[in-house]
């Protein structure tokens, strides 16, 4: 089952832009990682922010996390076009027995434009 | 690269038919997790296995079973093969330092595209 909703579905930017993608989810998390796939290929690992952590950094990427509104967003500054991908966020469920699994939302398409 | 293996990368069949889909983990990675991903379901968890031990199953068919082996690959193997099982199946590996893999980095093989025909 999917927990996370990511928004919008699709986005089409010119390059230098930034990006924004938010993801909401259901349950209570561990982890909110977020996954970038470039068409029909494996999943690239982007950054993971633990349930105690607002804001992460990496390179171009910013993520947020606000546990109380279950949401999170990737921020991706200075676009390229070779960002262009699907982008999924994951969580992982601290209670039950799948702990350790991934569960994914339905991700957004960016398409950036040089 | 992610320095996981999956093969084969493609893989067209019939109806009824039983595949086997493989996957070598990171050198070092103890667990290892099947995902699912098709156009109407997403990306869904199939199954996890540490060390040659089955950890956590998800929503995996009756039809689909898993092991992993005393080197740590894993093979995933589909049977009874329906239209609807045509996907893409990921393998991921993580350290598993816990035996759950909870708060750790998974990471990705290529993937197997799978055409059941």
């Known amino acids: 089952s999917q927990q996370g909703e990511e928004d919008p579905q699709a986005l089409s930017i010119q390059e230098g832009e930034n990006a924004t993608m938010n993801c909401s989810y259901k349950?209570?998390?561990?982890?909110l990682q977020w996954y970038r796939q470039n068409s029909g290929r494996g999943l690239v690992h982007l950054i993971l922010?633990?349930?105690?952590?607002r804001e992460k950094h990496s390179g171009r990427l910013r993520v947020t996390l606000d546990t109380s509104k279950k949401s999170s967003s990737l921020l991706i500054t200075a676009s390229r076009a070779a960002d262009t991908a699907s982008y999924f966020c994951?969580?992982?469920?601290?209670?039950?027995?799948?702990?350790?699994?991934?569960?994914f939302g339905k991700g957004t398409k960016l398409s950036v434009k040089p | 690269d992610s320095g996981v293996t999956q093969t084969p990368k493609h893989l067209i069949t019939a109806t009824g038919q039983r595949v086997t889909l493989r996957c070598s983990p990171r050198?070092?990675?103890?667990?290892v997790y099947w995902y699912q991903q098709s156009l109407d379901q997403g990306l869904q968890f199939l199954i996890q296995?540490?060390?040659?031990?089955?950890?956590a199953k998800g929503n995996i068919l009756e039809r689909f079973s898993a092991q992993q082996f005393p080197d740590l690959h894993s093979e995933l193997n589909l049977s009874s093969l329906e239209l609807g099982d045509s996907a893409l199946y990921f393998c991921?590996?993580?350290?598993?330092?816990?035996?759950?893999?909870?708060?750790?980095?998974?990471?990705f093989g290529p993937g197997t595209r799978l055409l059941v025909l």
């Open positions: 991921a590996s993580s350290v598993a330092s816990s035996g759950r893999g909870l708060g750790e980095t998974q990471y």
């Open positions: 050198s070092g990675d103890l667990s």
């Open positions: 349950t209570s998390i561990n982890n």
């Open positions: 994951a969580t992982q469920n601290p209670y039950g027995g799948s702990q350790g699994n991934l569960i």
């Open positions: 922010i633990r349930s105690n952590e």
């Open positions: 296995y540490y060390n040659g031990e089955e950890r």
